[in-house]
C-alpha cells in the first residue's frame, strides 16, 4: 500500500505594516479638513476667473442692459459686469468666513450675499450669470485626489 504524501504551502506574513497604513488611511478619512483646503482654493481661483472674464467658463454672461451699461460705465467705468461695489466679487475671491466653513467631514463654500442668487438664477428681468458654478472636471479630478490622499497622504 502506498503511502500518501501532502504537499502544502505554509504562508505568514506580519501584517503590521499592513495594519500601519490601514490607520494612517482611517485618520486621513476622519480628518479631511486639508483637502477640503486645496478644494476652497481651487475654488477661489475659478469662480475669480469667472467673474473677471464675464463668465466665460460657463459659456458667457450675456451683456448688460443698454441702460444699466450706460449708468454703469458712467459711474464705475471699467468695472466688470458684475461688479458696481466689489462686495460680490470679493466673497468670492476669499472664501474665508461665513458662509464658508471646512469641518473634519465636510465642507461648505460660496456667498451671503444676499444679491447674488439673483445673478446666479437669473429673475424674469434679469438674466443668470452664473458666477458659482462647479467646473465640468471637478469631480473626476477631484475624486482621484480625495484617494491619493487617503492613502497616500497627499494630494
Known sequence: MARKMLVYVDIDWDSQ????????????????????????????????ANFLSN????????????????????????APTLVRTGSLFNSIRSLRGAPNEINRKNATFGTNIKYAKFHTYGTSKMPKREFIYEPASFRRDWGDRIVKYVVDGDS
Do not use: C, T
Not at 29 to 36: E, G, K, Q, V, Y
Not at 58 to 77: I, R, S
Open 17 to 48: 505594516r499592513m495594519d500601519d497604513q490601514v490607520d494612517d488611511m482611517d485618520r486621513r478619512l476622519d480628518d479631511m479638513r486639508p483637502i477640503f483646503r486645496e478644494m476652497r482654493d481651487y475654488f477661489e481661483r475659478n469662480w475669480s
Open 55 to 78: 463668465g466665460l467658463r460657463v459659456g458667457g454672461w450675456q451683456p448688460l442692459d443698454a441702460e444699466y451699461a450706460a449708468w454703469k460705465a458712467q459711474h464705475f467705468p471699467g
